[in-house]
C-alpha cells in the first residue's frame, strides 16, 4: 500500500535530522528513511553543480528505498534545485526555505536578518525571495559556515558556540533586527544558544514545524497519510564514514538508530 510506504529526508548532514524530528512530532505513525550526505557536505560552499547532482542521486536513491516522498530538509538545497527535482521526479518533493515571509509580516523595526549559508544567499530563488520582501524591511543576510561545523561535531552547547553566535548575531541586533531567521537546518540545533544571545531583543524564526505541517497537507491532499501503523520506524543513511558519523547521528535523533554507510 502506497500509505504505508515511509518519508524519505535527506540533507548535507546531520542538520536535516532538526525536520525530521518535527515531522516524528506533527506525523508520528509515519515511517522516515533519512540520508546524510556527509562524504559531500558542506553544501554551503559547493556548487549548484554539484548540489544539483547529489539532490538527484539522493531523492533516486530514496525512491529505490521505497518512499512514498521526499523531503528536502536543507535550504542550500531546496532554493538550488528543487525545481530541478520536481521537474524529474513524479513523487511529491517538499523543501525548505528561509522564513523570509513570516519574519516580514512580524517586525516591527522594519529590520530583519537571515542565517543562512553562502550557497543559499548565492543562489537565484533566495535573491527572488528577497527582492519580494526587501521593500517592506531591510533584510541583512550573513553567511554563517561556522554554525554548521559545530553542529557536525557536535559543539553546539560549548563555549566556542556561544562566542560564533555572539560573533554573527551581535551586530544584527545592534543594528535593530527583530527578526532572526534560522535559513539552514543545522542551526535549529543551536537554538538554546541562539536564544540566549537573542535574548528578549528579537524572535527566532525556525521553518522546521511549518515544513512538517505542509509534510502533513500535501500526503493528506494525496491520500498519503499512514494511520494505524503498527511497526514505526526510522531508518538512516549515509555517504559518510560510518564509524565518525554514528555518534552525531545518534545524539541528535536522542537514540540508537539503524546506520547504514554507502559508497554514494
Ligand atoms: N543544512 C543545510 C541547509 O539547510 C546546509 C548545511 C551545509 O551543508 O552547508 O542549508
Same mark, same amino acid.
Request: glycine share 6%; net charge negative.
Given at each position: ?28 505513525? %509515519?515511517?522516515? #528513511?533519512?540520508? +546524510?550526505?556527509?562524504?559531500?557536505? *558542506? ?5 549548484? &553543480?554539484? /548540489? ?106 560549548? %563555549?566556542?558556540? #556561544?562566542?560564533? +553566535?555572539?560573533?554573527?548575531?551581535? *551586530? ?5 533586527? &527583530?527578526? /532572526? ?84
Amino acid at each position: 500500500m502506497e500509505k504505508q510506504k515511509p518519508i524519505g529526508i535527506f540533507d548535507s548532514g546531520v542538520g536535516g535530522l532538526s525536520i525530521c524530528h518535527a515531522i516524528r512530532r506533527a506525523l508520528p505513525e %509515519e515511517n522516515l #528513511v533519512y540520508f +546524510a550526505d556527509i562524504g559531500f557536505s *558542506p553544501y554551503g560552499v559547493k556548487s549548484k &553543480d554539484i /548540489i544539483n547532482e547529489r539532490s538527484e542521486y539522493i531523492v533516486s536513491f530514496l525512491i529505490n528505498q521505497g518512499c512514498k516522498a521526499v523531503v528536502v530538509a536543507c535550504n542550500t538545497a531546496t532554493v538550488n534545485t528543487i525545481s530541478n527535482l520536481r521537474a524529474k521526479f513524479s513523487i511529491p518533493i517538499i523543501g525548505v526555505e528561509p522564513g523570509i515571509k513570516p519574519a516580514a509580516l512580524q517586525s516591527k523595526t522594519g529590520i530583519i536578518s537571515v542565517l543562512a549559508t553562502e550557497q543559499t544567499l548565492e543562489s537565484d530563488s533566495f535573491q527572488r525571495l528577497m527582492a519580494k520582501y526587501s521593500k517592506a524591511v531591510k533584510i541583512n543576510a550573513i553567511a554563517c559556515p561556522k554554525f554548521v561545523t559545530l553542529v557536525e561535531n557536535l559543539e553546539h552547547y560549548s %563555549e566556542q558556540a #556561544v562566542d560564533v +553566535a555572539e560573533q554573527y548575531i551581535r *551586530p544584527l541586533l545592534t543594528e535593530g533586527s &527583530d527578526q /532572526i531567521i534560522l535559513g539552514c537546518t543545522h542551526f535549529s540545533f543551536l537554538r538554546t544558544i541562539i536564544d540566549q544571545v537573542v535574548g528578549q531583543e528579537a524572535n527566532v524564526i525556525d521553518t522546521a514545524a511549518p515544513v512538517a505541517m505542509e509534510v502533513n497537507r500535501r500526503l493528506d491532499k494525496l491520500n498519503l497519510l499512514n494511520s494505524k501503523n503498527t511497526d514505526i520506524y526510522a531508518e538512516f543513511w549515509t555517504s559518510g564514514d560510518y564509524a565518525k558519523v554514528i555518534e552525531p547521528m545518534s545524539q541528535l535523533w536522542g537514540q540508537d538508530i539503524h546506520l547504514f554507510a554507502i559508497r554514494a
